[in-house]
């Protein structure tokens, strides 16, 4: 399915000096709240100089559409797959040296980059306000397209968890914002190091806990640059060393939640892992459109 290849290009083709200029000023803003926090070069691919470029938000790699990430939601139920392949799920039992497991790491490839906050602040993000965020991209209502930006909006006006506090961020701003009100400015900012993330992968030797309290914010499927960022409770993160089949090596970020009550309980976790709510750890690595804030 084609989406978004030309039509917010023209649609906003006024605003590519802007962003042009204001990648700048959104790097200059990063450099002011965290002068000690290196900037990953996944961040720095969302910044282009260049300005919008044509996305397809259609493309099923920049977010796997069944939001395993959303835990309150029965995501997945009903998905006829090898249980072993969805959802990167796994055990924190199992995390050890020798473990193997099928990884599904997608990348974002639709050329979603961000706004700056002016620019973003401009443009309603609001499931009230569908008709004029269609109408700015040149959308039909009934449109796959429009349902998918349909979906992702009124996924973030959705409440959160209990214990969690969750937040969609259109602009880098408006992202480092909120993960310093989280975590304050001393951070680091954290993303997969996996070129090849559809394999059979082996844990390393040297996994380590990097945090025991995290922000992570996983990109969505939108016309220019959106952050879906949460914090849980009582949720430990991991940078875990990978050896692929294919005898490549990788890091990948993991997230481990001991208090699973609140999710639902046919969240498609516990169909793969075949445990119930509240019961276990589950842990689950993060997609290479994901990045995670942690203190230093």
Known sequence: MEFLHTRPVLAFLSLVV??????QSSEGYWKLVLPHTSMPKAVKDLLRPGGPSPVD???????????FDKFSEPSGEDAQVDDSNIGNFFL?????????????????????????RQVAESIPFSSNNLPEILNRFSLKEKSAEAEIIKNEIEGCEEPAMQGEARYCATSLESL???????????VNVLTNEVKSGNQEYEFGVGMKKVADKSVVCHQLNYPYAVFYCHTFTKTRTYMIPLVGADGSKAKAMAACHSDTSAWHPKHVAFKVLNVKPGTVPICHFLHNNAMVWIPK
């Open 176 to 186: 480092i914002d909120f993960g310093t009100s989280k975590l304050g400015r001393n």
């Open 92 to 116: 924190e039992t199992n995390l050890h040296p020798g473990s193997k497991m099928k990884l599904h790491l997608a990348t974002p490839t639709n050329g979603a980059v961000f706004f700056p």
């Open 57 to 67: 938000v259609s493309a099923a790699s920049c977010g796997i559409h069944v939001h």
């Open 18 to 23: 802007v962003v042009s200029h204001a990648s």
